[in-house]
Structures are given as structure tokens and as C-alpha cells.
T-cell receptor, first 116, second 115 residues
Framework: AQSVSQHNHHVILSEAASLELGCNYS??????LFWYVQYPGQHLQLLLK??????LVKGIKGFEAEFIKSKFSFNLRKPSVQWSDTAEYFC??????????????FGKGTHLIIQP | EAEVAQSPRYKITEKSQAVAFWCDPI?????LYWYRQILGQGPELLVQ????????DSQLPKDRFSAERLKGVDSTLKIQPAELGDSAMYLC?????????????FGPGTRLTVT
């Protein structure tokens, strides 16, 4: 079974600051990795995903994440945050067995607050 | 843009009562998931359907929870009897079938409060 650890539960930054949210996973096989975001009052939506190829993936709204296999990590980054990035961020994984679309295992989430 | 529909959005029930949630996935999405999200936690998978068949219900508390997707389209999740610890957000998601890398699209959720 997989598990996901997000180290920062609450992060407060000022606008224009750089962001890095940590995510580590535990699983012995190949995984697909995801970052989801939940803006206040809205649904969970996908920011970006990695399943193969270039370990540096770019998502929506200027976010990117880097998969480091040796560290079992998939940290989310953004060079300059905006007030509108205030949201809850979830890292998630599922097993890449070449089979069906498995359910996701989520981390506990990081509540990000951007101060104007 | 197509969305996953869920109803009701909010539900308050007394413990020991029965409660049911409904989900209508995006048209054409054969895979449907129910997740439970306790406040301050990430979503946890309860059950996964491929068309009308259950693929994974290993985390579903089967003594009180049941889920069905009779025609392989919409789905119902039921709790009977509800307990105080069931208070949570219940999320439905859907995806195309065939690859674990396909994006899961989430609905707005049903917030359940058990009193």
C-alpha cells in the first residue's frame, strides 16, 4: 500500500515570495504522482501530474513539480505566489501497474495563505 | 465543461439514522470513486467502481456502508446506521478507464454532520 507525507500543514507567505511544498511517498513500485488544489468553496482540481518521462512537470497557473525517485519526493514549486494561490494543496499517488485507474492515496494537505 | 454532480450538498442527520448520497459522473467516465475527507485530512478512498462492478472496497466499513452503481452510470453511497464519527465530506470522482494516470475529476462533495 502507498502512503503520502506532506511536511508543511500550514504555510503563510507574502505575495511574490517563492513557494516550495514538500511531498514524500512510500511505495515499493512505480507510481503516478499528482498535486491537487482546492480553492475556497471550490472542488478539488488537478494542478499537475507525473507518470513517466521528464521528471520536471509543469502545471496550471505557473506551478511545477519535480519527481526525485531516489528521494521518493514530488515537491511543488512556484517562483512567485499571488494572493489568489491561497488554497489547500494535496499531494497524491497511485500505483502505476499498467492496469486500471487506481484510487488515489492523498497526503493530509497543506493550507497555504498568501498575504497581500 | 462537464462536471461531476453530487447531491445533497449538505446533510444533517441524527446518529442511528440512515443517510444516502448520490453521484452522477462525467458522461463517458467508466470509473467512479467515493472518497471520505475528514476535516483537516486528505481524502481517503472508500470504494471504486469500473462500470457497475466494484473494483476496490477494501476501505469501506461494510457493516454500515454500502455503495451501488446499478447501471454503470450514477451511484449511491449509503450509511446505515450513521455514527458520530461519520461526520465528514463525502467526495465522488470519476475518470476515464484504462490507465492509472488518467485524471480524476471531483465533484463538490456532500458535507455530512451526524448529531
Amino acid at each position: 500500500a502507498q502512503s503520502v507525507s506532506q511536511h508543511n500543514h500550514h504555510v503563510i507567505l507574502s505575495e511574490a515570495a517563492s513557494l516550495e511544498l514538500g511531498c514524500n511517498y512510500s511505495y515499493g513500485g512505480t507510481v503516478n504522482l499528482f498535486w491537487y488544489v482546492q480553492y475556497p468553496g471550490q472542488h478539488l482540481q488537478l494542478l499537475l501530474k507525473y507518470f513517466s518521462g521528464d521528471p520536471l512537470v509543469k502545471g496550471i497557473k505557473g506551478f511545477e513539480a519535480e519527481f526525485i525517485k531516489s528521494k521518493f519526493s514530488f515537491n511543488l514549486r512556484k517562483p512567485s505566489v499571488q494572493w489568489s494561490d491561497t488554497a489547500e494543496y494535496f499531494c497524491a499517488v497511485n500505483a502505476n501497474t499498467g492496469g486500471g485507474a487506481d484510487g488515489l492515496t492523498f497526503g493530509k494537505g497543506t493550507h497555504l495563505i498568501i498575504q497581500p | 465543461e462537464a462536471e461531476v454532480a453530487q447531491s445533497p450538498r449538505y446533510k444533517i442527520t441524527e446518529k442511528s439514522q440512515a443517510v444516502a448520497f448520490w453521484c452522477d459522473p462525467i458522461s463517458g467516465h467508466a470509473t467512479l470513486y467515493w472518497y471520505r475527507q475528514i476535516l483537516g485530512q486528505g481524502p481517503e478512498l472508500l470504494v471504486q467502481f469500473q462500470d457497475e462492478s466494484v473494483v476496490d472496497d477494501s476501505q469501506l466499513p461494510k457493516d454500515r456502508f454500502s455503495a451501488e452503481r446499478l447501471k454503470g452510470v450514477d451511484s449511491t453511497l449509503k450509511i446505515q446506521p450513521a455514527e458520530l464519527g461519520d461526520s465528514a465530506m463525502y467526495l465522488c470522482a470519476s475518470s476515464l478507464s484504462g490507465s492509472a494516470s488518467y485524471e480524476q475529476y471531483f465533484g463538490p462533495g456532500t458535507r455530512l454532520t451526524v448529531t
